[in-house]
């Protein structure tokens, strides 16, 4: 089992900045990637970054693409999101995910994003 908790939402200004940070424990040596996805009020959750662990490969949303940064500390178990310039319209709830090399799926409970315009 792993376990993931977010941590580093909160109220921003549009053009500001977060960094949201997502804390795993368990059996995270099985590791294969971790990812960031998110949910707007009344939308699907949707891919916004992710970040395979062995080669650093990182992938983004079109939306996102220049202005999110996604990084994992293999030591920590940790993975990070660093959003700038942000927008009202990356208003959302955020979740941390990882994927096994077995194929298995966790999430984290999520953390509150909120843009003002």
């Known amino acids: 089992q792993v376990q993931l908790v977010e941590s580093g939402g909160g109220l921003v200004q549009a053009g500001g900045s977060l960094r949201l940070s997502c804390a795993a424990s368990g059996r995270t040596l099985s590791t294969y990637s971790m990812g960031w996805f998110r949910q707007a009020p009344g939308k699907a959750r949707e891919f916004v970054a992710r970040?395979?662990?062995?080669?650093?490969?990182?992938s983004y949303a079109d939306s996102v693409k220049g202005r999110f940064t996604i990084s994992m500390d293999n030591a920590k178990n940790s993975l990070y999101l660093q959003m700038n310039s942000l927008k009202p319209e990356d208003t959302a709830v955020y979740y941390c995910?990882?994927?096994?090399?077995?194929?298995?799926?966790?999430w984290g409970q999520g953390t509150q994003v909120t843009v003002s315009s």
């Open positions: 995910t990882l994927f096994s090399t077995g194929s298995e799926n966790y």
């Open positions: 970040i395979t662990r062995t080669s650093g490969r990182t």
